[in-house]
């Protein structure tokens, strides 16, 4: 894994890429790849290009920016492309030479050979620039689902910057709060758009490409995923076809010139990793688990079920809540906009534990999202339903006298098909968001919210692009497009500031593709979540694992904040530097605050406004010393 910069400016610009910015650029991301650096400059000055290298395949021929054999076609790229050796075979049938055995000579080849049209025939993650020095043109482009990041900002000059992470561009950006995006992180685990925390800086969506020439950018789609038409098969037809689909998926993950294992939760997903690698291995894998000084969230025993069942070489961590809070700064930082997910810390460490054995490992990113492993999806479905016989059934007035009755209740009351109307926006988005629009409205200031855009726009226009009428299958592309994209930032940031790679086999996009196309009863089944994976896992992972209910992974962030921990609560919440800044509404930050020490279950939303107020302090005001915690 690796980190890439770069900057270019148009040919009549007066600017030129200076070659300490590009330096400085690429050096912001040492920890994406500590093994190796490199950079480029145009012959004119309008073009740079810079590398940060984390050495997996082809160790000593690897190096980057990359040239083709006349050095018209540079190239600086982040990923594995896990067909690359096939790719090779059919490229030089066509008379192209490789002096290299890495996967990046593959990428330029491909482009000589086939233009933008080359990520059609990628199999992988990735995010890649290229220089065509022929057509003066930069052509970046990020993998189908989005697994390795990829930023850029546009200047009113027709400059580009782009980065793997933000914190590079904010060496030749000055970071500004972008409001329009600020009530959608608030709402939701993940964004809904290209819009960042930052003005200006966006994020290159997953399957797409950009193209930059003469100061003019062209950003277009290039996959999609497709629910439509449905595959016929029987039940036997399905698992069989998906556990030969997973298995290739690992088996080509295991691509590797340095040590690599896995994550391994003790749960169904990183199970069922587990079994296979353990397969296509042939040989002893290592796992490595994390866990908490807190009997109630500690799940380690599951983790060691399976560890003993497959004899892996197991290595664990434990985390205290000092470790947590006094990370969390630094963690911050290493993700760029602020922590969404309390499971980002404990993964860290994890990361840093495995970074001592190897280089490489593999997560079980993805299932939820292709094979509905989410409760809330049984959930909102059900809330649905009877939405709509209660809203054909019941008289318009009574329905309106018992919204009325619950609409200014904070409990799960106001969360059910008696106050929302039946439609997924509400029952689904607005349901399980952690500020929705009745807490934002509560939430921000009178003068912050004339800044504000409507944080459910985004996820309106994804519902009409999903171009499918099946409910679930909605729910997952959604989800696919906005939660799951926060979960795989999260994995990248956290094992990149580890220095190791990560790898989400359930995500290779054949799979995900035939996930698709396979019908709702295959996925949740009598309320059974994953039906499928577990009838594929029946004779291969331990009972007690196939049978425990989904627990996502529980940090005990609430029992921290509300005991030796709760002066956080005073600093990044009550403040007078968080009150002054006119974002926030003092009234509800108290009332939210009574709530939550009274027992309430807001940890998640008291967790937001504390990573949200550490973030703005490091970004925004430049004062990351303030941001440490004891």
Request: charged letters at 30%; proline letters at 3%.
């Amino acid at each position: 894994m690796c980190g890439i910069v770069g900057m270019a400016y148009p040919r009549f610009s007066r600017d030129e890429v200076k070659l300490e910015a590009v330096r400085r650029m690429r050096d912001k991301l040492s920890h994406r790849g500590p093994d190796d650096k490199g950079e480029f400059i145009e012959l004119d000055g309008k073009v740079g290009l810079g590398h940060r290298r984390l050495s997996i395949v082809d160790i000593e021929g690897g190096h980057q920016p990359m040239f083709n054999e006349d050095s018209s076609i540079i190239l600086v790229y982040n990923g594995e492309i896990y067909n690359h050796t096939d790719l090779r075979q059919e490229l030089e049938r066509k008379s192209h030479s490789y002096r290299t055995r890495c996967d990046t000579e593959t990428i330029i080849h491909l482009y000589e050979e086939y233009g933008t049209e080359c990520l059609k025939h990628l199999r992988g993650m990735f995010a890649f620039a290229i220089w065509d020095r022929n057509l003066k043109r930069v052509f970046l482009a990020r993998d189908r689902l989005g697994v390795k990041p990829l930023y850029y900002f546009h200047g009113e000059n027709g400059s580009l910057f782009f980065a793997s992470e933000i914190k590079s561009l904010l060496e030749v950006i000055k970071p500004q709060l972008n409001y329009s995006s600020l009530a959608e992180r608030m709402a939701n685990h993940g964004a809904c758009s290209d819009e960042t925390l930052f003005n200006g800086i966006k994020l290159l969506l997953p399957g797409h490409f950009l193209l930059w020439q003469d100061g003019k950018i062209l950003v277009q789609k290039y996959w999609d995923l497709s629910f439509e038409p449905k595959t016929i098969g029987d039940d036997s037809f399905f698992v069989e076809n998906w556990l030969e689909l997973f298995r290739q998926s690992v088996r080509i993950r295991l691509m590797s010139d340095v040590p690599l294992g896995m994550f391994l939760s003790g749960g169904i997903d990183s199970s069922a990793i587990c079994a296979m690698m353990t397969e296509e291995a042939g040989e002893q894998i290592k796992t490595f688990s994390v866990g908490f000084d807190d009997d109630e969230s500690n799940e380690l025993q599951f983790a060691r079920i399976v560890a003993k069942h497959f004899q892996t070489d197991h290595h664990e961590i434990i985390v205290t809540g000092e470790d947590f809070f006094s990370s969390l700064p630094k963690l911050i930082w290493q993700n760029d906009e602020p922590i969404s997910f309390e499971a980002c810390i404990p993964l860290y460490f994890v990361a840093c534990l495995a970074s001592k054995h190897v280089k490489v490992v593999l997560t079980g990113e993805g299932s939820d999202e292709t094979l509905a492993g989410y409760a809330r999806y049984v959930k909102a479905i059900k809330l649905i339903e009877y939405g709509k016989r209660y809203e054909s059934l019941l008289p318009l007035k009574f329905r309106q006298f018992i919204r009325l009755l619950l609409e200014n209740s904070d409990g799960k009351l106001s969360r059910t098909f008696l106050v929302r109307k039946a439609n997924i926006e509400e029952l689904f988005f607005d349901n399980f968001a952690v500020f929705n629009r009745k807490s934002q409205d509560k939430l921000f200031t009178k003068k912050a919210k004339e800044k504000l855009q409507d944080a459910y726009f985004h996820q309106k226009r994804l519902l009409e692009a999903s171009e499918v009428g099946n409910i679930l299958d909605k729910l997952l592309y959604v989800d696919m497009k906005t939660y799951l994209q926060e979960l795989l930032m999260k994995q990248d940031k956290m094992s990149m500031a580890a220095s190791i790679e990560s790898r989400e086999p359930f995500l290779d996009h054949n799979l995900v593709e035939f996930c698709a196309k396979m019908p709702a009863e295959l996925k949740i089944r009598s309320g059974t979540t994953k039906w499928l994976l577990r009838q594929a896992m029946k004779k291969k992972i331990p009972e007690e694992i196939l049978s425990r209910p989904k627990m996502g992974f529980p940090v005990p962030v609430n029992k921290w904040l509300r005991t030796r921990f709760k002066k956080l609560i005073d600093e990044y919440v009550l403040s007078e530097r968080v009150i002054s800044r006119g974002v926030f509404n003092k009234e509800y930050l108290e009332y939210l605050t009574r709530r939550f020490l009274s027992g309430a279950d807001d940890s998640s939303k008291i967790f937001r406004l504390i990573s949200f107020e550490i973030w703005y302090r490091q970004f925004i005001e430049n004062d990351y010393v303030a941001g440490k915690i004891h």
